[in-house]
């Protein structure tokens, strides 16, 4: 029995590096390609270890185009994703509190209408927001890809909805014994108790808002206006695309995420899991 112990363990071990490697490969290419120059690209395309160790990709990369270093493309991204996030967070935690803990007539049917929302393909809603935000006059600002999170949105508001459900209703009770009005519950009790859930929606919507080159396509028209993932578009003319120094921005534009996952790692994975409060 120990002998087929030990044969599973070797065999489960190699099976997990193999899947981890396969699914690492990408992002080892992906490194491995920003280091290379054209040439060699075209030569060897899918070597993960480039020959020459091109690093002036990075500084050619990042001094950009026409004027326009990526300093300033990181810097429209974070302010894009930086405000909608804190109007993803704000929206959905207010509805997800409005959902979960204040009881109207028409809660239920509310509820219904926003979780059928989540059915609605993005791609079915381009043409009508975009004659939307076109007859506004939003068309060429950032109010298009800002201004609709704070309007809240389905998957984070229920994700937020669950977590809440968890926290005791006692505890609303004796808050308001103690003369706490809707909204002091709602900040002083209910926000501090959610935490992980909170990190977990701000988290994916800094993501999808930080990778969001849809959104940048349709509404913004002037090159100093673009975020980091339509910039990367850039490289590319009409005598073929540089990709050293496109994979070299690729990276870096990866970075801001890797740090926040690492940050929040913790959080974000008891927000996900839904465990709710315990005692």
């Given amino acids: 029995m120990k002998a087929k112990k030990k044969i599973f363990a070797i065999i489960y071990h190699i099976g997990m590096v193999a899947g981890s490697f396969i699914m690492l490969y990408p992002l080892f290419w992906l490194l491995g390609s920003s280091l290379k120059t054209n040439e060699e690209y075209y030569a060897s395309p899918y070597s993960v270890i480039p020959k020459s160790w091109a690093f002036s990709n990075y500084i050619e990369g990042w001094s950009g185009f026409a004027r326009l270093t990526f300093t300033r493309f990181f810097g429209n991204s974070i302010f894009i994703a930086v405000l909608s996030t804190l109007g993803t967070v704000l929206s959905c935690t207010l509805a997800a509190y409005g959902f979960s803990r204040i009881k109207f007539k028409t809660r239920k049917f509310w509820f219904a209408a926003m979780l059928l929302t989540m059915c609605l393909p993005s791609q079915v809603l381009m043409i009508p927001q975009y004659l939307l935000f076109n007859q506004l006059g939003w068309v060429g600002t950032y109010l298009p890809l800002i201004v609709p ?23 609303d009770e004796a ?91 913790k959080s974000l994975v008891e927000g996900i899991s839904t465990t709710g409060v315990k005692g």
């Fill in 149 to 171: 999170h704070f309007c809240g949105g389905a998957f984070n508001v229920f994700l937020l909805m669950q977590f809440m459900k968890n926290v005791p209703k006692e505890m």
């Fill in 175 to 265: 808050a308001i014994v103690d003369g706490c009005n809707p909204f002091q519950l709602f900040f002083r009790i209910m926000l501090p108790l959610v935490k992980p859930a909170i990190s977990t929606v701000a988290v994916l919507s800094f993501m999808g808002s930080w990778s969001d080159f849809m959104g940048a396509l349709l509404y913004l028209n002037k090159p100093a206006m673009y975020p980091v993932s339509y910039a990367l578009k850039l490289f590319g003319d009409e005598n073929g695309i540089n990709y050293g120094p496109m994979f070299a921005m690729s990276v870096a534009s990866l970075i801001p995420i890797l740090i926040l996952f690492f940050i929040f790692q």
